[in-house]
């Protein structure tokens, strides 16, 4: 076996405390996620010093996966207590033919995150809440989920041993379904939207049954929220240790968003990497069958007037989106947009994202394209700056939403005279 780079390791999370997005008070690295001052939503805060000591070298000298950004998270720092299936560096692919159809004329990258073990970004979640959730004393996983959050949870649990017990819509893709049972944990399915499933989970956690249940995106939220910073790292570090000067984003509850936004600002700050100049500004996407954040900010306003959704983006359909207010700031402060698209232009841009790059997108990843082609038509997005465009999740996921719109572009006879006969010969 050979090895890397003998760069120093640190052995100890950075995480200092759990602090009020809020009010900014902090409590102890706990199973929190509410403030009990204001009720405002937990997120983890650092140790400046701990951060500061992180040099590229460190991190090069890592895993090929997100545990190389150890010492910039709150768990995980000894490999023994890590519940994972190790996701990560992703690929960061080209796509130059998507760009010159979009308009764009510098230059467009997908980071594309179907590559990860059970298709979607989740796994890099899931990771880190789940090792904290060890560390914490859970012996149950759980998660009220759209769907690959709870693929996520299954495998995981699964892989570590551990029970799981996830909530989904009853209406959920069958795809999904299927990708989260065959783990064998417990699956729920609930008669009602993902927000009625968010707020059955939320009443579980409280009760003396789930005592011991870590619920990955409510008890143990703020350590799950942090996993998404590694899909800002990844960028940062596969563009040369820079920031792009644009990013397209999907967003559900916002949180994705505010969190690539939050690695960008932490690399900066710990001197790893330079802001581009004129800094970088974030775009969110949703879908306009689930839009309430983006018609906010449309209106002027950060106040979310929750939705019921509806449309085939059904892993973006949180009607009251927690991260909602937070995405908008992101946004607002970095000079950036937000827009939304419709069935018809998200199963458009689902097959503009294959026919240019190879890569087949869930639904979600449809929202992102359609979006990016809406923010560079409206002006919005300068098409003479480098842009990165997320896609979270794998197209064979969500098959039902293009079934009806490709397939074989002939049906012959196998025989020669069938194959000219359809003009596939001379």
Request: charged share 20%; aromatic share 6%.
């Amino acid at each position: 076996m050979t090895s890397t780079v003998d760069a120093p390791r640190q052995s100890t999370s950075p995480a200092r405390a759990l602090a009020c997005r809020g009010c900014g008070a902090e409590f102890p690295l706990a199973a929190q996620h509410a403030c009990y001052e204001c009720f405002g939503p937990l997120e983890v805060a650092y140790d400046a010093a701990a951060l500061g000591a992180v040099t590229r070298a460190q991190i090069e000298a890592g895993p090929q996966n997100i545990w190389r950004y150890a010492a910039l998270l709150p768990t995980g720092q000894d490999p023994a207590t890590r519940v994972t299936l190790d996701p990560g560096l992703t690929p960061l692919i080209s796509a130059a033919a998507l760009g010159a159809e979009v308009g764009l004329r510098a230059p467009l990258w997908v980071k594309d995150d179907s590559a990860n073990p059970t298709h979607s970004f989740k796994d890099r979640v899931v990771s880190v809440a789940l090792t904290a959730a060890r560390e914490l004393g859970f012996t149950r996983f759980a998660c009220a989920s759209t769907g690959n959050l709870a693929n996520s949870v299954a495998a995981h649990a699964a892989r570590a041993g551990v029970p799981s017990i996830v909530f989904i819509p009853g209406d959920l893709e069958q795809g999904k379904v299927i990708t989260t049972a065959v783990y064998g944990g417990e699956l729920v399915a609930i008669d009602g939207s993902y927000d009625d499933v968010n707020r059955l989970c939320g009443e579980l956690v409280e009760t003396d049954e789930f005592e011991d249940t870590a619920f990955v995106n409510v008890n143990v939220r703020p350590f799950y929220a942090e996993g998404s910073k590694t899909l800002g790292y990844e960028v940062a570090e596969q563009l040369g240790w820079r920031i792009p000067a644009q990013v397209v984003v999907p967003m559900a509850s916002g949180e994705l968003l505010t969190k690539i936004d939050k690695a960008f600002t932490e690399l900066v700050e710990i001197g790893l990497v330079e802001a581009p100049e004129g800094g970088w500004s974030v775009f969110g996407a949703q879908s306009a069958g689930c839009n309430p954040i983006a018609v906010a900010l449309h209106n002027g306003t950060d106040q979310i007037i929750p939705v019921k959704p509806t449309g085939i983006a059904k892993s973006l359909n949180i009607g009251d989106p927690a991260a909602g207010a937070y995405a908008i700031e992101a946004v607002t402060r970095t000079g950036g947009w937000m827009d939304y698209a419709d069935d018809d232009e998200i199963r458009a841009a689902i097959q503009l994202l294959a026919r240019t790059t190879g890569v087949f997108a869930e639904t979600a990843g449809g929202v992102t394209v359609a979006v990016l082609k809406k923010l560079v038509a409206g002006g919005k997005l300068d098409p003479d700056k480098e842009t990165v465009v997320y896609n979270t999740g794998e197209g064979l996921k969500t098959l039902d939403a293009v079934a009806g719109q490709v397939g074989p572009t002939h049906r012959i006879k196998p025989s020669l005279r069938g194959a000219r006969d359809a003009g596939l010969l001379g």
